[in-house]
């Protein structure tokens, strides 16, 4: 089963998210586990129309490979500045809410 990375921005009651490697893939919620979920569903719908239009799936990149990736990486560091965050306490507290929400 392929894994793709979800990059999740935005703040409590409106949070956004992509995954950069299906191209207008988004999705969005109030919470950052609604978000998510909605994003598993925005990515399976996003699949099922690239197959049944003849296309191959893109291969999944790591975080790391996304993290590299200078536009990626730019958005990451917009998010991060926004809050007056660097980027590693960005991910460390997306992270470490996702662990607390259980999900």
């Known amino acids: 089963m392929a894994r793709y990375v979800a990059l999740v921005d935005g703040k409590p ?16 919620g109030s919470t950052t586990g609604e978000a998510l ?3 598993a569903e925005a990515a399976r719908l996003w699949a ?6 003849g296309e191959e799936l893109p291969q999944p990149r790591s975080a790391e490979s996304l993290r590299a990736n200078p536009e990626v990486a ?8 926004a809050r ?8 460390a507290s997306a992270a470490r809410e ?3 929400s259980g999900r």
């Open 48 to 53: 099922e129309d690239a197959i049944a239009d």
């Open 37 to 39: 979920r909605n994003a």
């Open 74 to 81: 730019a958005a990451i560091d917009e998010a991060a500045q």
């Open 98 to 100: 996702k662990i607390e």
């Open 84 to 91: 007056g965050l660097t980027r590693s306490a960005l991910l």
């Open 13 to 28: 009651g409106a949070y956004g998210v992509t995954i950069s490697d299906l191209p207008g893939c988004t999705s969005g």
